[in-house]
């Protein structure tokens, strides 16, 4: 990728993170049902690499590799509720009675960089990307 490409790439990501949109349960639970459909429908290619990059056998591929990131998907799409719930944690004493929560939210950076193994490449690489 060129720098012009990855510059482009990470202002849409930044555009994006501005306006709040990926704050919003149904914007995640979108992005994690296109990976899931982007898994699906590419299975045949991402198991013929495996084959030709790492000399995996298609049932080895499906079974650590496809199986195992779809199943870590639906994972966190039956938890993502839970996950954007607010907890409540203790608060000190000396701030007493106020209360404290801990909220998790999208990163103030619009993007990651994930360096994940050969092992395992698309489990290790998408399924933090989730």
Do not use: C
């Not at 495996?50 to 994972?75: F, N």
């Not at 619009?110 to 990307?129: E, H, K, M």
């Amino acid at each position: 990728m060129t720098d012009v490409k990855i510059q482009s790439v990470r202002n849409q990501m930044a555009d994006v993170h501005r306006s709040g949109t990926n704050r919003s349960i149904e914007w995640k639970r979108t992005q994690l049902k296109s990976l899931k459909r982007m898994l699906f429908e590419n299975k045949g290619q991402f198991l013929e690499a495996l084959a030709k990059d790492l000399g995996k056998h298609p049932i080895e591929a499906e079974v650590g590799e496809i199986s195992r990131t779809l199943s870590e998907v639906d994972e966190l799409l039956r938890q993502l509720p839970s996950y954007a719930k607010p907890h409540q944690v203790p608060s000190p004493g000396v701030l007493l009675p106020a209360f404290s929560e801990i909220r998790y939210e999208a990163l103030r950076s619009p993007g990651v960089l994930i360096i994940a193994p050969f092992n395992y490449p698309i489990n290790l690489s998408l399924v933090p990307a989730a």
